[in-house]
């Protein structure tokens, strides 16, 4: 089994800042793509931004010099840096994580955490 703790949401006004993060736990052999995915009331889940175990990060174009994702793989831990925050980043954001295990990739879902940008 594996477990994906997410923990940073919660309440900034805008142009403030989060820090979210995603560690995961159990049976893990090797983390491929790690990611945050968001979703707003009413909206389809999207995807924010993903990063290889390379490290190479990948991001939608609305949050591009705001958010920076990163990753300690030593930790099993993403992180998502959320800078100059609007009220359109409102949303309960989820980590993702591919594993790999026996030349299969499976993936895991965090249990979500909500971000509110109000003033």
């Known amino acids: 089994q594996v477990q994906l703790v997410e923990s940073g949401g919660g309440l900034v006004q805008p142009g403030g800042s989060l820090r979210l993060s995603c560690a995961a736990s159990g049976s893990i052999f090797s983390i491929n793509r790690m990611g945050w995915y968001r979703q707003a009331p009413g909206k389809q889940r999207e995807l924010v931004a993903s990063i290889t175990n390379g490290g190479s990060g990948n991001y939608v174009d609305s949050v591009k010099g705001r958010f920076t994702i990163s990753r300690d793989n030593a930790k099993n831990t993403v992180y998502l840096q959320m800078n100059s925050l609007k009220p359109e980043d409102t949303a309960v954001y989820y980590c993702?994580?591919?594993?790999?295990?026996?030349?299969?990739?499976?993936?895991?879902w965090g249990q979500g955490t909500q971000v509110t940008v109000s003033s």
């Open positions: 993702n994580v591919h594993l790999a295990r026996a030349g299969l990739e499976y993936a895991y």
